[in-house]
């Protein structure tokens, strides 16, 4: 197992070297001037240089790569181009939006997936099956933004249980902050809860029909006590695989989801940054979710030996 957990460590660092080369690299070849967007067309010459120089934009590439890698090492990401402020407070302060959003989301979701899934393999090829997968593919289907509009119709403007966007605060209290994310969380969820429920519908229909199935239920177990028992747990691998991928795509791309509830999350800090040209903040964010990613990706390698005893004894 320590082996196996150094052997997937090893290739997280190389993964993140490797992108933060990328994001640095595709970030700036971007064209135009950040010094020159913020100064306008009529800048002069000499100011101009004046605030390359401010902004570290004069020193060689390669330095400059270094000295961002570097700081963000310690924890410094730079000060943003636009608002003169650490980056690292900006991150910050939209991160305690995007977490618990991201992880709203991924909890409403595999509390819908895992039962529907459950329930459809179950009652595979009767009426219920078709159902679930009939639902699956329409939230597969249809968009989240979509989603997210008819949520707002239905639970914000006619039922008027929720706000139709913005963010409460932590200072608000708990319950003011899980009220304003509902919305936003479920539009999220949907989608990723119908892709789930099939890979956990499939999943268990795999191993519904592999020999040791067979051989418990002759043994003389039900069908529920072998589906609970045995088959559950060896499904859960593929299921693992989407659950990691699910956590990352909600923490880093639910940019259209922020802008319709108006949330000020990291998605919508990249996007305002983009906006602005100032790249700093666009390396620092990218290079979070990335890391984010990878790191998730890396405890899904890790629960795969937990619930998988031959990748344990692998050397």
Known sequence: MIGYALRRLASLIASLVVASLVIFTVIEIIPGDPAAYMLGMNAQPDTLAALRAELGLDMPKPQRYLTWVGGMLRGDFGISYTYRTPVSRMIADRLWVSLPLAIYALVLSTAIAFPAGIYAASRRGKMADVTVMGATQLGVAVPNFWFAMILVL??????????????????????????????????????????????????????????????????????????????????????????????????????????????????????????????????????????????????????????????????
């Open 154 to 315: 239905v639970f914000a403007i006619n039922l008027g249980w929720f706000s139709a966007g913005g963010f409460a605060g932590w200072d608000e209290g708990y319950w003011a902050v899980m009220r304003s994310l509902t919305l936003p969380a479920l539009a999220l969820a949907l989608p990723q809860a119908a892709i789930l429920t099939r890979v956990m519908r499939s999943s268990l229909l795999d191993m519904l029909g592999e020999d040791f199935i067979r051989t418990a239920r002759a043994k003389g177990l039900s069908a529920r006590q072998t589906l609970w028992r045995h088959a559950l747990r060896n499904a859960m691998i593929p299921v693992l695989t989407i659950l990691g991928l699910q956590f990352a795509f909600l923490l880093a791309g639910s940019i259209i989801i922020e802008q319709v509830f108006s949330l000020p999350g990291l998605g919508r800090l990249v996007f305002q940054a983009i906006s602005a040209r100032d790249l700093i903040v666009v390396e620092s964010v990218v290079m979070l979710l990335v890391f984010a990613v990878i790191t998730v990706n890396f405890a899904v390698d890790l629960a795969y030996a937990l619930v998988d005893p031959r990748l344990r004894a692998r050397r």
